[in-house]
């Protein structure tokens, strides 16, 4: 449906996003790109090996069609498109949108009229408690992060400078994406990634992988108690949004910590516009945090307040060319 539509059948479109969320968490889930990737296939070809109805599958990859994600040939075999394509990389993302973050947001009207979470509401706990008692959605929650993660980093070390860095700590740095390409860029930093034991397999892996296990230390911790001191950097991404203002300011009072007098901290957050219109990927983010965490993303001056509590100073903020309007802040012990 183009945008030249009618405002009413606009509407509908939006309307109907329940539906799009679910056809693309049927494809990553039943891994249809991964078969496409191999080559074009009919609606049947793709249901017998996956297990599926030859007919809904179809009706499926037809709706795909019609969002752009995948491309009807003339002999009724279906390809990717490049919007396709990008699925592979981000599975993980669309299967946790499609399980995990779809329930929730039946929460949403309940939350905003009467207060409290929209999580909670549905599943009748916080977040990272259903997470810790169903290991097969910590996995994917963690593969979804590294997925974004992966699509942002590139964005961060264009922006920001590490090179004059020698140690750097990610504070809750998941599966180490993002620390393993700012080490790449500076070869005499070493990183130390601090998150729950429950993301260090996956940091391990990750590290092994892409060569960076030497030069990193994985620690299990709890940033609201304790991180490593001593160092450099400290580095927190998309950490503070899934926060409120006084858990977030728990987590910074415990970075002002252990950071010394000549440290700095990086924040690397979503920096809400002045307008909606100008970024609205920054915004869909902001109302995942209200769903999920009831947090938030935060403006400029927001953030500056937050760190004048927590005894740091803003030094700069720089824009990085992402889509979701995502900054670096940095900040110094005042």
Aim: hydrophobic share 45%.
């Amino acid at each position: 449906m183009e945008d030249s539509a009618p405002p009413a059948w606009q509407l509908i479109r939006l309307m109907d996003g329940f539906v799009t969320t679910q056809l693309i968490y049927v494809a990553a889930k039943l891994g249809v790109v991964e078969l496409l990737a191999e080559g074009p296939r009919t609606g049947a070809e793709i249901a017998e090996v996956v297990g599926a109805g030859s007919l809904p599958l179809t009706r499926v990859l037809r709706g795909l069609v019609a969002l752009g994600v995948l491309d009807e040939r003339t002999d009724d075999r279906f390809t990717l498109t490049d919007v396709g394509r990008a699925l592979g990389p981000l599975r993980d993302m669309a299967v946790v949108r499609g399980e995990l973050y779809y329930r929730a947001a039946a929460g949403l009207l309940d939350s905003v009229r009467d207060g409290g979470t929209a999580f909670d509401r549905v599943y009748g706990e916080p977040f990272f408690d259903h997470l810790s008692s169903h290991a097969d959605l910590e996995a994917r929650f963690q593969g979804s992060m590294a997925g974004r993660s992966a699509q942002e980093a590139l964005d961060v070390v264009a922006a920001y400078d590490f090179s004059g860095l020698r140690t750097i700590v990610d504070v809750g740095g998941g599966h180490g994406v993002l620390l393993a390409t700012i080490l790449s860029t500076s070869p005499q930093l070493r990183g130390i990634l601090l998150d729950r034991d429950a993301a260090l397999a996956g940091a391990r892996t990750h590290l092994q992988a892409v060569g960076m296990s030497e030069r990193t230390a994985c620690v299990a911790g709890d940033f609201f108690t304790q991180v490593p001191d001593g160092a450099d950097a400290y580095l927190l991404s998309r950490v503070l949004h899934d926060w409120s203002d006084d858990d977030a300011l728990r987590i910074l009072q415990t970075c002002r910590r252990a950071i010394p007098d000549h440290g700095r901290l990086l924040v690397v957050d979503a920096i809400l516009p002045d307008h909606a219109a100008d970024a609205p990927f920054a915004i869909g983010m902001d109302l995942h945090m209200m769903l999920l965490f009831n947090a938030r993303e935060r403006t400029a001056a927001e953030f500056d307040t937050l760190l004048r509590r927590a005894d740091f100073t803003v030094r700069r903020t720089t824009l990085t060319g992402s889509p979701a309007h995502l900054g670096i802040i940095e900040a110094t012990p005042s």
